[in-house]
Every structure is written in structure tokens, then in C-alpha cells.
């Protein structure tokens, strides 16, 4: 019985390490189409060298205007309110039933409002909205998992506040996003925020980032930042629902253990001539989590201690960059109370020397200090040295107006162990008015990838800002 017990359980935290380890650098937030919601990126400024080196087209924000006729002058509605609407549709030309043909016709409104006070701070909020009419039109059998999460949702997401107390302290407090790190791809450093890992491999990790309730002070001396965070609430990577396109498995029931305490982090950075450099450290708790069997089957996420540093230098055309990062106290189910070490480490380098145009290559490797082979009865087995390589191209066309995009990402010292690769056009087709359609492949390779290599699509979507 506990064998069978285990064998079920054991779904919940690999289906958590598919999303978070395997995934992370790729999925959507809910919408395969939004910008990333008030990210706050870990700089001392935004005259930093690496400015240029951004694979995103600026996209500027839209006027909210009242387009009626009422008068030669346009009268603004609601000042500082803007939003998106988007249509998203996406077909699965390789996928089994329910998941196959038409997957996707979703409906979405991100509203963002933001207002500035005279004393130059600042109030942040936004929030989205969806509802997903395909699984009114199909008669299939989707599981109540995949509907709960799919067919529609209302979620809130940035709902901050933020100012300078002097000329060399700032104050930030609120539902927020910070950043550590420079990968696009690769997580090494930037543990801070969950993700939404519900559809994988279709957007960057910058429109994955779930904002969570934080306070920080970021004091200014010199050449370098000093933050200190206290992060007020505790939630964690929203995984693929059971019964679903990337999570097939029937759902165990299994209790997931609620937190109200507070944890902490600390960064500390320096920006000088043509290269910067960052140290971090946080105790918080475990995103991925492990099955905790007694007294009852709980998934639970145990605090871990992470320091680590990520370094940036710019040569000419040429970025280059690298992360290092040691947990402790990590557990696994296949282990349970035994802890473990992990060093993760990541080399990158971004080239921008033709125009219009960012290459870039990130590698990394995670090591289990003190293995245990027991970590390979996980249903994804865990090994001692886990590889995962990023290639990406991006390329602006037509006065910036049209960016082709490729991805590639593979995991396994020799490139062999699964991944995908993603490749999507955007057109901005007018004012306001945007286009984006795409494909998604999916490799199979490990027993991960084997499960999902069935499930390639294309994607398009139509968003107006305004």
C-alpha cells in the first residue's frame, strides 16, 4: 500500500521539478501573448552597460484616449489606465484527444493602472483576465483539473507602491517582481518569484514571473546598491494540471502545506566601466517542494539557504556573462528527510555586432553535491549532473515593425536528453495593434520529454493596447 502510496506521490514533486527545473526557462503566464507585468530588474540604474544588449522591441505604451467625436481635443477616460486585449488561438497538429486540432481559443483584458503622486512615488496595479470558449465548443472529456485552471481565471498581479525616502534610499512595497540574474532562458540566480509553468516552452522567463507580496530598500553608495528583502507571502510555481496536454497523470489529491511566515534575501551590486557584478543571498522556501509522507502525505516546501553571484562584461559587440549559485537543505521524496547541496553554474555570451540583430548561447550544469543514488527511483530520474543548453537568434525587420525569433533549448551533456525549440514571428500590424504567430516543438529524449513530445503546436494571437 505505501509502496503504491509513494509510487502516486512521487507525480506531485517530479511533476513540480518538470515545471520549475525543466521548464522554467520557457512557459506561458496565462497568455502566450502578454508583456511581462512590472518586472523590476536587479540594476543600480537604467544607464547600465548592458543597455543595447535587451532582445525585447521597445513597445511604447498607448494613450488611453477617448476616440469619440466630443471634441477637437481628446479627453483622456481614466488617467494612468491602460490595458490589453487579446485573442489567442493555438493547434496541435501532433497531440492525442482531447489535445489535438483546435486546443485553444482564449479571450484576455490585462488593465493596468498606475498613478504618481507629487512627491514624485509612486502606486502600481494590474490584473488579467480570460476565459477560454474552446472547451465550450468541444465535446471532449477534459479533466476537472484542466478546466479549473483553463477555461477561465482572474488574477491579480502587480499591486505595489514605491518612492525615494532620501537622495540615496528607495522604498518598494507590494506585490512585485525582482529579478536576479541576467539569463533570458536559464534560471541560476533569479529565485525569487514563482513562475507560471502551466504551458511550457512558449514565452521567455520575463512573462513567467508571478509577483509576490515583498518589501525592499534599495540604498545607493557609490558605485553600488545594496537590497535588502523581506518577502511577505509564500506561493509557489503554478505546474501543468493533471489530466492536461503536459501533465497526463490522474490527479493523487495530495495536501499541499500552506505558509505565513516571512522570508528574507539580500543582494548587493556594483555597476562600473564595462562590466558589473552582483552577490545574493536569501533563506526561503523551496519552490519545487517534496512529498512529505508523515503524519500524512503533504507536499511540502522546506526553507533553503541559496547564496551565489552573477558577473556581466561588456567587450565591443560581445557580452559575456556567468552565475553561481550553492543551495542547502534541499530534500527530495525518494529521500525524504535527507538534505541535500546543489551548485548550480552558468557561462553565457550575447553578440550584437549585426544589425538589428542579438545571438546569444547560455550552458549550465547543476551538481549534486552529496548524491544519493536513491534520487533515481524519482519517476524522473535525478541525476548527478544535469546539462541544459540555450541557443537563440532574434532579428528586427522593417523599421522594427516585424521581429523574427528562434530557440532552441536541450538538455544533457551531449544534447541528447529531450528539450524544444520555438520559433514566432511579431508584426506590429498598426498602432496598438499586434500580431504574433509562432510554433513550438517539442524533443523527446528523457522520460520528461517523452511524455510531451506529441503535444507541437502553432500559436497566433491578435492583441490591441491601448
Known amino acids: 500500500m505505501l509502496k503504491r502510496r509513494l509510487s502516486g506521490l512521487s507525480i506531485v514533486a517530479v511533476m513540480s521539478l518538470y515545471s520549475t527545473a525543466t521548464y522554467a526557462q520557457e512557459i506561458d503566464m496565462s497568455g502566450f501573448d502578454d508583456d511581462p507585468v512590472g518586472v523590476q530588474k536587479d540594476k543600480a540604474s537604467e544607464d547600465s552597460l548592458l543597455d543595447g544588449f535587451s532582445d525585447e522591441t521597445p513597445s511604447g505604451h498607448f494613450d488611453d484616449k477617448n476616440r469619440n467625436d466630443i471634441s477637437e481635443d481628446e479627453v483622456e477616460l481614466i488617467t494612468g489606465l491602460t490595458g490589453k486585449f487579446t485573442q489567442f488561438a493555438s493547434y496541435s497538429y501532433s497531440g492525442t484527444k482531447p489535445h489535438n486540432n483546435i486546443t485553444s481559443l482564449r479571450t484576455s483584458l490585462l488593465l493596468d493602472y498606475e498613478h504618481k503622486f507629487e512627491n514624485g512615488w509612486r502606486f502600481k496595479i494590474n490584473a488579467k483576465t480570460y476565459y477560454d470558449t474552446i472547451y465550450d465548443l468541444r465535446d471532449q472529456s477534459y479533466s476537472k483539473d484542466e478546466l479549473n485552471e483553463f477555461q477561465s481565471e482572474l488574477r491579480l498581479y502587480d499591486a505595489y507602491v514605491e518612492g525615494s525616502i532620501s537622495d540615496s534610499v528607495d522604498f518598494k512595497v507590494g506585490r512585485q517582481v525582482v529579478v536576479w540574474g541576467r539569463s533570458d532562458t536559464i534560471r541560476i540566480t533569479d529565485i525569487l518569484n514563482p513562475l507560471d509553468n502551466r504551458r511550457p516552452a512558449i514565452v521567455d522567463i520575463e512573462d513567467l514571473r508571478l509577483p509576490i507580496a515583498m518589501a525592499k530598500i534599495d540604498w545607493f553608495v557609490g558605485n553600488w546598491r545594496i537590497t535588502p528583502i523581506a518577502i511577505l507571502e509564500q506561493h509557489f510555481s503554478l505546474n501543468p494540471p493533471f489530466g492536461s496536454a503536459f501533465n497526463p497523470m490522474p490527479n493523487p489529491n495530495l495536501t499541499e502545506e500552506n505558509y505565513n511566515d516571512v522570508s528574507y534575501a539580500l543582494s548587493v551590486g556594483g555597476e562600473f566601466s564595462g562590466w558589473d557584478i552582483n552577490f545574493y543571498a536569501a533563506r526561503v522556501r523551496d519552490d519545487i517542494g517534496y512529498v512529505k509522507f508523515a503524519p500524512a502525505p503533504t507536499l511540502t516546501h522546506d526553507k533553503v539557504n541559496m547564496v551565489g553571484t552573477a558577473l ?35 557561462v553565457g555570451a550575447e553578440y550584437n555586432g549585426i544589425a538589428d540583430t542579438l545571438i546569444s548561447y547560455d550552458v549550465s550544469l547543476r551538481h549534486v553535491n552529496n548524491y544519493d543514488t536513491r534520487l533515481l527511483n524519482e519517476i524522473n530520474p535525478l541525476e548527478k549532473n544535469t546539462y541544459q543548453h540555450a541557443f537563440r537568434v532574434s532579428t528586427d525587420l522593417m523599421n522594427a515593425t516585424v521581429k523574427l525569433n528562434y530557440l532552441i533549448s536541450l538538455f544533457g ?54
Open 312 to 346: 556581466n562584461v561588456l567587450s565591443g559587440s560581445w557580452l559575456f556573462k556567468a552565475e553561481l549559485a550553492y543551495f542547502d537543505g534541499l530534500k527530495y521524496t525518494s529521500t525524504q528527510n535527507k538534505s541535500f547541496q546543489r551548485t548550480d553554474a552558468l
Open 413 to 466: 551533456e551531449k544534447l541528447d536528453e529531450g528539450g524544444f525549440q520555438r520559433a514566432w514571428v511579431k508584426y506590429e500590424l498598426s498602432d496598438g495593434i499586434n500580431i504574433n504567430v509562432g510554433v513550438v516543438d517539442y524533443i523527446g529524449g528523457s522520460p520528461l520529454f517523452d511524455t510531451v513530445k506529441e503535444s507541437d503546436m502553432v500559436f497566433s494571437d491578435i492583441s490591441y493596447s491601448f
